[in-house]
């Protein structure tokens, strides 16, 4: 559970970040060029952790998520573990795109790594409005969040109505002079039809995918463990749904797809580059250990070396169709 894994991990630092071979792990989101493919997911690492891993040794680092006005997000309990995972109903608080902007990317610009800048709206014209007011802060990629419900259509997450997601990332994308990567929802009809949109759209990368919807039962109180009643379900118990998603994206698309869910290891990064992610983001294991990125970082260059690939990227939809896999078996 993840309470024993914060018991067992502590507050120490990370180990320093390896200079030897770093080249090595280098990736590409479009014009966005990384030192490595390793970042967190929006939501889940802020400033304040800075002091417990080295930061610039990340591949970028991601906001969470701005929004125009302040939001308060949702009643508290925000947070229950589960088997195989952890429950969230944060409901993204926000100190808006004014207080992002004065505090120098909501502290994020003074940590010396690229900022990807996570936005979200409840309208077209909110984020809009956000990419408007980001301007030239200094961040390096924006990652709009279309798991957001749209006010407009009906409550229902953006990304569940193409033509409104296409409007609202195509609008992003004109107001911004940094590449724009798209954070799909996992309970989509088609994965690969959003990603495809948002390709159309002009997005330079697709992140796939936020938390699984999910809901956890106090039976002794009778009510939800969550004060919203349902919240995101994140952590290893979703990696084998996370590939599966990536790998359809990664088929469907030629921009790249920014892999997420369950990733705590660096073997878990190689199995989502080899199911077609260039990069990854890591959410819940951050919780319980904040200086595993820097760790799976370290751990990289020596698994490329047995993997018997000279640079990280190499692995990057590599998987072996299974109607090749005989051959392999025979070997």
């Not at 954070?183 to 936020?210: M, W, Y």
């Not at 970082?297 to 109607?323: C, K, M």
Request: glycine share 12%; charged share 20%; proline share 6%.
């Amino acid at each position: 559970m993840l309470s024993m894994q914060i018991t067992e991990a502590g507050s120490g630092r990370a180990p320093t970040k390896p200079a030897s071979r770093r080249g090595v792990l280098a990736v590409e989101l479009g014009d966005l060029e990384l030192a490595n493919p390793v970042m967190p997911a929006s939501g889940c690492f802020g400033p304040d952790l800075a002091a417990l891993t080295p930061v610039d040794t990340l591949g970028a680092v991601v906001t969470k998520t701005v929004f125009a006005e302040t939001r308060p997000g949702n009643r508290t309990h925000r947070l229950t573990e589960v088997p195989g995972g952890m429950l969230n109903s944060v409901g993204i608080p926000s100190g808006g795109i004014a207080e992002f902007r004065r505090t120098g990317l909501g502290g994020y610009a003074g940590l010396g790594t690229p900022v990807v800048v996570s936005i979200g709206g409840l309208s077209a014209r909110e984020y809009w409005r956000v990419a408007d007011e980001l301007g030239e802060c200094g961040h390096s990629a924006i990652e709009v969040n279309v798991s957001c419900p749209n006010l407009e259509h009906g409550g229902a997450t953006l990304d569940t109505d193409l033509r409104a997601m296409c409007e609202v990332v195509s609008g992003v994308v004109v107001r911004s002079a940094a590449p724009v990567l798209v954070k799909l929802s996992p309970q989509l009809h088609s994965i690969a039809a959003a990603a495809r949109a948002a390709e159309d759209a002009g997005a330079a990368a697709v992140t796939v995918c936020n938390s699984f919807p999910g809901m956890a039962v106090n039976v002794e109180r009778r009510e939800s463990a969550l004060g919203n009643d349902t919240g995101g379900l994140s952590g290893p118990a979703v990696k084998p749904l996370a590939l599966r998603l990536v790998r359809s994206a990664a088929q469907a698309v030629d921009i790249p797809v920014v892999g997420c869910g369950g990733i705590g290891s660096a073997t878990d990064v190689a199995e989502f580059l080899v199911a077609g992610a260039s990069a990854v983001q890591v959410g819940t294991a951050t919780f319980a250990q904040p200086g595993v990125m820097a760790r799976i970082v370290e751990e990289l260059p020596a698994l490329t070396e047995r993997l018997g690939v000279d640079r990280i990227a190499d692995l990057v939809g590599t998987l072996t169709p299974s109607d090749r896999r005989i051959g392999n078996e025979q070997r």
